[in-house]
């Protein structure tokens, strides 16, 4: 029902923009959401926006270089990541919340995951 595309191989300093394409029931209602895991690391939160688009959160470790965005008449979420490093380097997964209208960083408030991309940051 989610589909992440964009991830690929980039050089510091570079850019990528990550697509989150949903399918088979509406997430407009639904905050959506941006984890990564890298190799040997727990899953961490990388960036949360609400159902209208004009609440965002963002981890500290990309917060000025990372931007999330929605576009609900295309059902889709970008993760649009300038300045990228190689500690970037990771599985990117989108997920949308658990409860409509509601708002949260935790990977426990969301219940639809798509598959990843990966990204890898070369130095």
């Known amino acids: 029902q989610l589909q992440a595309s964009g991830g690929g191989l980039v050089q510091a300093g570079g850019s990528l923009r990550l697509s989150c394409a949903a399918s088979?029931?509406?997430?407009?209602?639904?905050?959506m959401g941006w984890f990564r895991q890298a190799p040997g690391k727990e899953r961490e939160f990388v960036a949360v926006?609400?159902?209208?688009?004009?609440?965002?959160s963002y981890a500290d470790s990309v917060k000025g270089r990372f931007t999330i965005s929605r576009v609900n008449a295309k059902v889709t979420v970008y993760l649009q990541m300038n300045s990228l490093k190689p500690e970037d380097t990771a599985v990117y997964y989108c997920?949308?919340?658990?409860?409509?209208?509601?708002?949260?960083?935790?990977?426990?408030?969301?219940?639809?995951w798509g598959q990843g991309t990966l990204v890898t940051v070369s130095s």
């Open positions: 997920a949308a919340g658990l409860t409509p209208n509601y708002y949260s960083t935790s990977s426990g408030s969301f219940g639809s």
């Open positions: 926006i609400n159902w209208s688009g004009d609440s965002t």
């Open positions: 088979g029931r509406t997430f407009s209602r639904y905050a």
